[in-house]
């Protein structure tokens, strides 16, 4: 039996506040190709929110993310592959599929620890190749994006909205003005 193709990428490890997002996406058998998919950082915002409803009704798809406080106590890297692990894991249960009928493509050049044991292989770059990373890219993005907009309209003075919690001059002046707010990474923002 063929093995499903799983891409699996994240969103978010560089900002200064909020969750790093994941996304595993696999594409359902004999579905047309989504037209337009490339690495998220490549789109603008406009077609993203295009893109992420037409992945959602067409795909298999499984969201997961690790907060600000998983991220000071574990490092960005292992939130990373437990925001994966998360994704995998709904993707798994919401389709009722098992980890040994998916071959899982990871963006970057580490395999999670969680996937070693299974068919598994690190794609450099592989939001720029591979489809189904492209619209885990693209799913991780927009979701993170939202998160943030909520964010804004919690806590406006930080402009996340704009910058999306990213190290900008104007997040690191309103940090100095306000002080840090719940969703800031301690770790990564010295005092």
Partial sequence: ??????????????????????AAVSFVKGSLPIEGLNDSKKLSPKKREQLAPLIKQSCLFG?????????????ILNATFLAMERAVNSLLDNFHLSM???????DGNIIPHFLRSQHSTAVVKGDSKIPEIMA????????????????????????????KGYGTKEHFEA???????????????NP
Avoid: Q
Avoid at 63 to 75: F, L, P, Q, S, T
Avoid at 100 to 105: G, I, N, V, Y
């Fill in 1 to 22: 039996m063929d093995k499903i193709i799983v891409g699996i990428d994240e969103a978010g490890r560089g900002p200064l506040a909020g969750p790093v997002y994941a």
């Fill in 63 to 75: 969201i997961g993310y690790a907060n600000e406080k998983e991220i000071d106590e574990i490092n």
């Fill in 100 to 106: 040994d009928s998916c071959e899982f493509l990871i």
């Fill in 136 to 163: 885990a890219s693209i799913l991780a993005k927009t979701e993170r994006d939202s998160f943030m907009l909520l964010m804004d309209s919690l806590y406006p003075e930080y402009g996340f909205k704009r910058h």
């Fill in 175 to 189: 940090i100095r003005r306000w002080g840090l707010a719940p969703i800031h990474r301690h770790t990564f923002i």
